[in-house]
């Protein structure tokens, strides 16, 4: 059974910055596409970023371009979301999502395209 694990959230100030990362277990990691989506208070799920299996090409929704970036090392299983110049706005639960696709150069995008969840970790920017 593939699990995911979320590491690295915790509380900052706006400006600041975090490394959130996700490990896969029980299933072969480099089949996955990776994905990290966030939820805040009263909204629904978002897509923030997205990597193809073999982390060449990457997708961001506008929101986080140009702060955060995604990437992955598959020797390590591990999946990680570099959150840099962090705004009050980005206060969320931030969720890891693995998705299971034929293609090595696609990078899923919808909530419904990944079949994994992480249980979430929570990030709060401060003022």
């Known amino acids: 059974q593939v699990q995911l694990v979320e590491a690295g959230g915790g509380l900052v100030q706006a400006g600041g910055s975090l490394r959130l990362s996700c490990t896969l277990s029980?299933?072969?990691?480099?089949?996955?596409?990776m994905g990290w989506f966030r939820q805040a208070p009263g909204k629904e799920r978002e897509f923030v970023l997205g990597?193809?299996?073999?982390?060449?090409?990457?997708n961001s929704a506008d929101s986080v371009k140009g702060r955060f970036t995604i990437s992955r090392h598959n020797a390590k299983n591990t999946v990680y979301l570099q959150m840099n110049s962090l705004k009050l706005e980005d206060t969320a639960v931030y969720y890891c999502?693995?998705?299971?696709?034929?293609?090595?150069?696609?990078?899923?995008?919808?909530?419904?395209?990944?079949?994994?969840w992480g249980q979430g970790t929570q990030v709060t920017v401060s003022a």
């Open positions: 999502a693995a998705g299971s696709t034929v293609s090595s150069w696609r990078v899923l995008v919808t909530a419904n395209a990944y079949n994994y």
């Open positions: 990597i193809n299996r073999s982390g060449g090409n990457t």
């Open positions: 029980g299933g072969t990691f480099s089949s996955y596409g």
